[in-house]
């Protein structure tokens, strides 16, 4: 079946300007998840979806960023104002159980 | 002290060899232990995971815990040009929240 996929695959922009990105889970998969992987670094968590609500908010790096989920389906990770440390790979993972499927990722170049 | 501590690597085999991955993590109360191997410019793809102490095997690939000294490992037999990719190791707790590794960078040689 599908798996998760994200969109898009690579997004440059500008500093300052806001930015979108999309996750797509699997299908039924009721827990959604946001990390971000910097070069060298391990996966960062930033935001956990169980349905529509988030109840672990805790590794969103500041209040530029924010995310979304609707309909327990599609959910968007949304950063204002961008800065050149906000360039990394940002992952979305689905689950229904323990295991976590990832997404493919969006490469965020910042410049 | 990270929560889990993981060679970065790269290391570099012989195509057929034994790889061994390793990583260490501080908190006795982690319960799950899983395993992604991440190919370059991919998303993580979940290898394996185990419960408890002990091994878990899957093809070419074992799994092995050993909660006693917060040690856990992947050995893969007979490794393949096809191998080389990052290993990530994460560790769960009761709840949801992975905490990962950084990574170790492995290449087979052909």
């Known amino acids: 079946g599908a798996g998760v996929s994200q969109s898009p695959s690579n997004k440059v922009t500008e500093k300052g300007k806001d930015v979108e990105l999309r996750c797509d889970p699997i299908?039924?998969?009721?827990?959604l998840y946001w990390y971000r992987q910097s070069l060298g670094q391990g996966l960062e968590f930033l935001i956990y979806?169980?349905?529509?609500?988030?109840?672990?908010k805790s590794g969103l790096p500041s209040d530029r960023f924010s995310a979304e989920r609707t309909g327990g389906s599609v959910s968007t990770l949304t950063i204002q104002r961008t800065q050149q440390e906000d360039s990394a790979v940002y992952l979305c993972?689905?689950?229904?159980?323990?295991?976590?499927?990832f997404g493919p990722g969006t490469r965020l170049t910042v410049t | 002290q990270k929560e889990v501590e993981q060679d970065p690597g790269p290391l570099s085999v012989p195509e057929g060899a034994i790889v061994s991955l390793n990583c260490t993590y501080s908190?006795?109360?982690?319960?799950?232990f899983m395993w992604y191997r991440q190919y370059s410019r991919k998303g993580p793809e979940l290898l394996m995971y185990?419960?408890?102490?002990g091994n878990k095997e899957d093809g070419r690939f074992t799994a092995q815990v050993d909660k006693s000294s917060k040690y856990i490992s992947l050995f893969i037999r007979d490794s393949q040009p096809s191998d080389s990719a990052t290993y990530l190791c994460?560790?769960?707790?009761?709840?949801?929240?992975?905490?990962f590794g950084t990574g170790t960078r492995l290449k087979v040689l052909a």
């Open positions: 185990t419960y408890s102490s």
């Open positions: 993972a689905s689950s229904l159980a323990r295991e976590q499927y």
């Open positions: 299908s039924g998969h009721t827990a």
């Open positions: 979806f169980q349905g529509n609500s988030a109840p672990d």
């Open positions: 994460a560790v769960v707790p009761a709840t949801y929240k992975y905490i």
């Open positions: 908190n006795s109360a982690f319960q799950y």
